[in-house]
């Protein structure tokens, strides 16, 4: 791997024809960049999900999360805070602070940025295919646990109620 300050090495185009996707926490995650296309500097995903799709309360060690909100609403719980983060808006959480989110619109479509990457692995290695539909079962809250440590994600919370 390249280290960060050389820039891209290659320039990387994807489409959702080469773009993956899964079924995740209750949402559908789309991988836009994944560490693969970005030699783990970053990874951009795609969440779609209904009122009530969640994360449990985590904090990640190694990379900051960014989100950016297409459309809907979000709250935010982030270190001791609770944001309402709107279509348009932004937040970035450090690396190391404990946050959640759930959807409290009826709908809403977001990014999240890792820098560097690493979740995206996570994702796929938890999400579900497409076709085994939104009412597959979550992970056992023991395995997810489990899984997150060895992404280095620490589950140090219940999922956020909506």
């Known amino acids: 791997m390249t280290s960060a300050s050389q820039g ?10 080469t773009q993956g996707a899964v079924n995740f926490l ?26 009530g799709y969640m994360s449990p309360l985590h904090l990640h060690e190694a990379d900051e999360e960014t989100f950016l909100v297409l459309e809907g ?9 609770t944001h309402s983060v709107g279509s ?20 809403a479509r977001f990014l999240t940025l890792h820098t560097p990457s690493g979740f995206d692995r996570f994702v796929a290695e938890i999400g579900l295919p497409l076709d085994q539909a939104g009412d597959a079962a979550s992970p056992d809250p023991q395995e997810l646990t489990r899984i997150a440590a060895q992404h280095g994600i620490q589950i140090v919370g219940p999922p ?3």
């Open 8 to 17: 891209a090495a290659r320039p990387v185009l994807t489409d959702p024809t």
């Open 26 to 51: 209750g949402g559908i995650v789309r991988f836009r960049a994944s560490a693969q296309d970005t030699d783990g500097r970053f990874s951009v995903l795609e969440h779609t999900g209904e009122r």
């Open 73 to 81: 609403t979000l709250r935010v719980e982030v270190g001791p805070e």
């Open 88 to 107: 348009g808006a932004l937040a970035l959480l450090p690396r190391g602070l404990a946050h959640g989110f759930v959807v409290t619109s009826p709908q």
């Open 160 to 162: 956020l109620l909506p």
